[in-house]
């Protein structure tokens, strides 16, 4: 199975910084790349998909890039309702895996 | 309006079993691969299994295999989850997705963009 690997873990930041993830994938995947974003008890939901295609009714303060092997996650001005944990998930090929998650806290 | 609801879940015992549903409404269900993806207490997401539009095509997680078995029923606009030899690492919220496809410069992506609220289970 491929493995995905989120960096950091967990950061923290203020409203209005710039916020990246990344997400490495242990072999190549294309594009093949979703990012979700959860925040306490509720449901995850989908931000980006195709690596960098933002998913209808999200942000543009959102925005994904890479191919290959890695990927990076973008927020361009935090907002307060941004503070949630984010997963990077391969849809190349089975078993679907995700990333293990990137806790973003207030700092 | 679009949503996916679940049900079934529960405490069981070690070796038991248990049948998750998921009733869609407010899309073509007939017409999508769906799925479940589960979240162990305190920590990350676990995609657990998929299936296709007819239910001719099923994948597993490693996790899971031969143990847990979905299946859908398209009259029903329903998917199911059955889930036999229960253990503890089971225990977990489960939620059920819509697996939808995207076409983008003549490759094919896909993106879990539905989800139900989740259901429990506890294996104890």
């Known amino acids: 199975a491929i493995q995905m690997t989120q960096s950091p873990s967990s950061l923290s930041a203020s409203v209005g910084d710039r916020v990246t993830i990344s997400c490495r994938a242990s072999?190549?995947?294309?594009?093949?790349l979703g990012w979700y974003q959860q925040k306490p008890g509720q449901a995850p939901k989908v931000l980006i998909y195709a690596a960098s295609t933002l998913q209808s009714g999200v942000p543009s303060r959102f925005s994904g890039s890479g191919s290959g092997t890695d990927f990076t996650l973008t927020i361009s001005s935090l907002q307060s309702e941004d503070f949630a944990t984010y997963y990077c998930l391969q849809d190349y090929n089975y078993p679907r895996t995700f990333g293990q998650g990137t806790k973003v806290e207030v700092k | 309006e679009v949503q996916l609801v679940e049900s079934g879940g529960g405490l069981v015992q070690p070796g038991g079993s248990l049948r998750l549903s998921c009733v869609a409404s407010g899309f073509s269900f007939s017409s999508d691969w769906m799925g479940w993806v589960r979240q162990a207490p305190g920590k990350g997401l676990e995609w657990v299994a998929n299936?296709?539009?007819?239910?001719?095509?099923?994948n597993y997680a490693d996790s899971v295999k031969g143990r847990l078995t979905i299946s859908r029923d398209n009259a029903k606009n329903s998917v199911y989850l059955q889930m036999n030899s229960l253990r503890g690492e089971d225990t977990a919220v489960y939620y059920c997705?819509?697996?939808?496809?995207?076409?983008?410069?003549?490759?094919?992506?896909?993106?879990?963009?539905?989800w139900g609220q989740g259901t429990t289970v506890t294996v104890s």
């Open positions: 072999q190549a995947i294309r594009s093949d």
């Open positions: 299936i296709k539009y007819d239910g001719s095509e099923k």
């Open positions: 997705v819509r697996d939808n496809t995207y076409s983008q410069s003549g490759a094919w992506f896909d993106a879990f963009d539905i």
